[in-house]
């Protein structure tokens, strides 16, 4: 079976304090591999965004601190968003959500706008607020892809990231509005620090609650939590029941699968064994947290299929579309035939909402 690696490339963007440290170690940042298999009872709202007040609460969160004499608003309640009636439309594309031009482009691209934006985020560095607003002002949830690239799972879970780890969530709560979070994704493949070959699934549970608990301990309790393995074809022997942290740490079970052309193009033969294992342990919600269809004779089927096993199933929420050109180029926007389809498939599906309006 042909497996393409998606490798090599600088997704995330690296803190200052880490760019000395990324050059001389080669430091990657962001996913490596495309295989071919590939409470708070009522919702709150925060401060508009684009407002005057807004990017005052924007300017505290990237310094991770808020003014003691300004109180915090109410956390924003983020429950509504975690089984809305809509399916999400998500998308990773360079330079967003830094920007919304991407995100606008590949709207007009495909005829829907992405209502989750995702972006690779390296350990070490700092909550971008500015573009976790832009995607909200948008309509759009910032998806944070968080990377552990540059210490261990051990390390994590044993405090060792606790004053970063507590910038961050102090600076996701001050700024109060949903925020998705990933935390080593993938983890049951071989290709990251973060994996099978450099950690236990002991240590990767407890990385994932020391991290959620740290937030939690914040106030941060506007992130939806992604969990998210890779589809089982490349390791089924693994019990992916020995890294699930437990319900109460998770909102949503996400899976990576991409559609090759040398893989399967089935949802039955692609993510159906993963949710099959996945349901044995728990109900909660799905999403396919990253994917694409690979160029070629069965992309036109592939693309087809994967709306179907959206729309089909009620228990996955949507999918986020990788559009980027790394070890084979899977953007749509250089692929007519495919433009159109995708077009054809989100009109007559149940995609598209405005996140904020949600509630």
Not at 43 to 67: D, E, I, L, M
Not at 213 to 236: E, R, S
Not at 246 to 260: A, H, K
Request: charged share 15%.
């Amino acid at each position: 079976m042909i497996r393409a690696r998606k490798r090599g490339r600088w997704h995330g963007r690296i803190s200052a304090g880490l760019l000395a440290a990324a050059l001389v170690g080669a430091l990657v940042s962001g996913c490596s591999t495309v295989r071919a298999t590939a409470t708070w009872n009522d919702p709150r709202k925060p401060v508009a965004a684009g407002s005057a007040a807004a990017g005052s609460a924007a300017a505290q969160a990237s310094a991770g601190t808020t003014a003691s004499a300004t109180p915090l608003a109410p956390v924003y309640d983020v429950s509504p968003l975690l089984h809305p009636s809509k399916k999400y439309l998500g998308v990773e594309i360079p330079d967003a959500p830094d920007s919304i031009a991407p995100a606008e482009k590949f709207a007009g691209w495909v005829g829907g706008k992405p209502n989750i934006i995702g972006q690779y985020l390296a350990w070490g560095t700092s909550f971008d607020a500015a573009a976790a607003s832009h995607a909200w002002s948008y309509g759009a949830m910032d998806f944070v892809v968080w990377e552990p690239w540059t210490t261990t799972l051990a390390q994590i879970a044993a405090g060792a990231s606790d004053a970063y780890v507590t910038r961050f969530a102090t600076a996701v709560r001050a700024l109060n509005v949903p925020i998705v979070i990933s935390f080593g994704h993938e983890f049951n493949g071989s290709w990251y620090p973060w994996g099978t070959n450099d950690a236990t699934a002991a240590q990767f549970v407890a990385a994932w609650r020391h991290v959620h608990d740290l937030f939690a301990t914040a106030g941060a309790t506007n992130v939806i939590w992604i969990w998210d393995p890779n589809d089982i074809l490349t390791n089924v022997s693994l019990p992916l029941k020995d890294y699930y942290p437990g319900d109460s740490y998770v909102d949503w079970v996400g899976v990576t699968g991409y559609w090759s052309q040398g893989g399967p193009n089935s949802y039955a033969g692609l993510y159906l064994p993963t949710l099959e294992e996945i349901r044995e342990f728990t109900q909660k919600p799905f999403i396919i947290a990253e994917t694409a269809v690979e160029p070629g004779s069965a992309q036109s089927q592939s693309l087809t299929n994967l709306f179907q096993a959206v729309e089909q199933h009620a228990d996955i929420l949507g999918f986020v579309w990788y559009d980027f050109d790394v070890n084979g180029d899977w953007r749509v926007e250089n692929r007519p035939s495919i433009m159109s389809q995708f077009k054809s498939e989100l009109s007559s599906g149940d995609f598209g909402f405005n996140v904020s309006e949600v509630k």
